[in-house]
């Protein structure tokens, strides 16, 4: 993150990377209904809610609830009542609640949490949101394994998830127990990862997963949530669609002829392995007997399985995944560099990378959709396409039959734990490569086993046994690395790999946002090809580059994507054309921009519990010209999350630009306050100090940010360059040598570095800089003149 903000696209970036995207998606939550079976009947009950009745429009699917699917699927009714997604939220019952609400206690950082029953409910006291000891009633529980959650109601309709979970496991396995999802974190009331906080908050953050239709309903007026649902838990409907229409269409006499018979009344059809085989080919792998055409069920799966912000929750947005979301890509923080997760991200993202994704394969070649269990146990489900009598074998896997090295999974999907105890498999589905291990730091699934050795060792067991080794799918590994770490050489292997038509569309469109950080010819002519890519993923990345180009090529470039297929797309490419560019559109490209900015709007006020949405309305207002909207968007973030310090960077710096220094210091001083360890919130208050020529001051403020914050070496370079004018050059120097030991490839930092040097004659030194600053930018004429100019120097 880089503070203060110096424009409204930097202030967006600070918001998106500092909001609940990269908050984690915290370990949160992970749960009958009206038996009605006359179809009919059904469709007169459609639209009650457990919380309320939902009133839909007469011209839209309702939804009916899933035990109106009985009569008809009875086999896949009762696979998804022995699933996990039937049991996904519950009411907190004698049947449903696997915790030890007996008088348990569990004590942490000095708050003791009792666990008891009184009246026939559910009851835990501990600390609420005042901080103080209190009872508060388990209403409803999450999840059934290995771990279960409780939400509490709180005011304004809001339900907030327990930090304390129940371990679901078998003693035998250490669980039976409750645990702290935070053990290494001290959580105190006001936190946003406390239970009573906002980032624990159930409406925003877990309802949609866990049930049927839900609709947050917040009232930003009120500042409450009215949420509801058609069925507490996964239902049917909640992959189908809202069945209404398919009721009449099995109800009516001439109903499979009607118009709607393709989808059988549904808004899609789960049809992509309708009459597809996987006959064996010569190499022992089946191979798809048609090309896979469309993605619709695997985007159905992934609304929920994938780590992603939602800006919808139109029903009719079903198999449509960027219509109402927008997936994470292959982020450092999120995965390593190799593709593999890290931090919890689901499914998704995992498996549009890997082979088997580009092979044709779908969730449910491998899952019962509806029991969620695999079709078969352990390498059986690997059997279905890799001929075991090459594969289950000795001579490939390596290990004894029967153990776990010897299983698929162990090797090609290693586990990673989340939430203390749900060991989770990577969908990647890789080649285990132990020497990146050796280059990248990477983790490989031989040392997840074998930990009492080292990737070396690995590394060459894995050389004995397969002495010219495949380098497997994810061949981006290297070139992620170099531009995560922006050493030299990572434009042109970022490149490579956003123009690689065989590539995941997901590694494109990692590689092109990673190519937003090394702007040049090159990589403006990349993005502009990348618009015409099918995969709209690729297509939106392609657009975050482009938005940083003038205003005329904007409008050249992205005026046709207003009517993209995809709603993010649009939204995006509005978004991008918002401020100068929108200035010059008429007629139907005025329209289409309006429509297409609207939805962004709209997209934004989806999430307006959220301080991360006012933040980014307040940079479009801002770029629109309408400072008042962009203030008032800021305050209401602030209000919302004070410790979202991205707002009130931003508003600081919207009231520096209408001159008022002397207001922007307040509101610093007013979030530090609030937040006493923030680097950036102190870095901005020293650079408003400066300008206010307060320099002692100001100096107090750039040390404790550069102290707070470390890891950010631009709080190092501006103090350093502060200290270089306060004639403190040697502390300077030492303080720029200190800050590339931590990021060795920092323009900023080796251009200021070699400025010191040649001030104080270290030419030599300034020279070896100089010479790797021409290879961090081969392209840059005043660098190769500085490089001339030193080597006859020290010559």
Known sequence: MMAPPSSPAEIARIALRMGAELRRVRPMLRGAILAVCPFMAALAAAGDSAEGPSQPKADKAQFVGSQTCLSCHAKEFSDWKGSQHHAAMQEATDQTVL?????????????????????GKFWVRTDGPDGTLADFEIRYTFGIA???????????????????????????DGGQRWYHLYPDQVLKAGDPLHWTGIDQNWNYQCAWCHSTNLQKNYDAGGKKFQTTWSEISVGCEACHGPASGHIAWATKANGRASTARQAKGFALSLDERRNVTWPMGPQGQAIRSGPRTSSKEIEVCAACHARRQ????????????????????????????DGQQRDEVFNYGSFIQSKMHAAGVTCSDCHNPHSGKLHKDGNAVCAQCHAPEKFDTADHHHHPAGTAGAQCASCHMPTTTYMGVDARHDHSMRIPRPDRSIMLGTPNACNKCHTDQSAAWARDAVKTWYPSPKAGMQDFAEAFDLGDRRAPGAQAALLKIANEASGSGIARASALDRLSNFPSPDVLQTATNSLAIEDPLVRAAAISILAGADAPTRSTLLVPLLRDGSRLVRMEAARALAGEPESGLQGDDRAAFDKALAEYVDGQLFNAERPESHANLANLYREQGKL?????????????????????????????????????????????????????????????????????????????????????????????????????????????????????????????????EIETGQFASALERAELLDRLEPNNSQIAQLLQSLRQRVR
């Open 99 to 119: 915790g030890d609400f007996n008088g348990a206690t569990f004590s942490k950082d000095g708050v003791e949490s009792t666990f008891f029953k009184k009246d």
């Open 146 to 172: 290995p771990l279960q959650q409780y939400l509490i109601a709180l005011p304004g309709g809001r339900y907030q998830a327990l930090g304390i979970a129940w371990d679901a496991r078998p003693k035998k």
């Open 628 to 756: 008042d909207a962009a203030r008032t968007s800021l305050q209401t973030a602030i209000r919302l999350d004070p410790s979202f310090v991205a707002a009130s960077i931003a508003l600081a710096d919207l009231e520096r630009t209408a001159g008022n220094e002397a207001a922007a210091e307040a509101i610093l001083r007013e979030a530090l306050k609030a937040n006493p360890k923030s680097g950036p919130v102190a870095h901005a208050l020293g650079l408003s100090l400066i300008r206010q020529t307060r320099a002692a001051e100001a100096m107090e403020y750039l040390t404790e940010a550069a102290d707070n914050a470390p890891q950010d070496t631009r709080f190092t370079y501006v103090l350093a360059v502060a200290l270089h004018d306060t004639g403190k050059v040697a502390e300077a120097i030492s303080l720029l040598k200190n800050a590339l030991a931590r990021q060795p490839y920092d323009r900023d930092v080796l251009m200021a570095l070699v400025s010191y």
């Open 310 to 337: 939602q800006f919808s929750s139109d029903p009719d947005a079903t198999g449509r995944l960027l219509d109402a979301f927008r997936p994470s890509l292959l982020e450092p923080g999120l995965y390593h560099t």
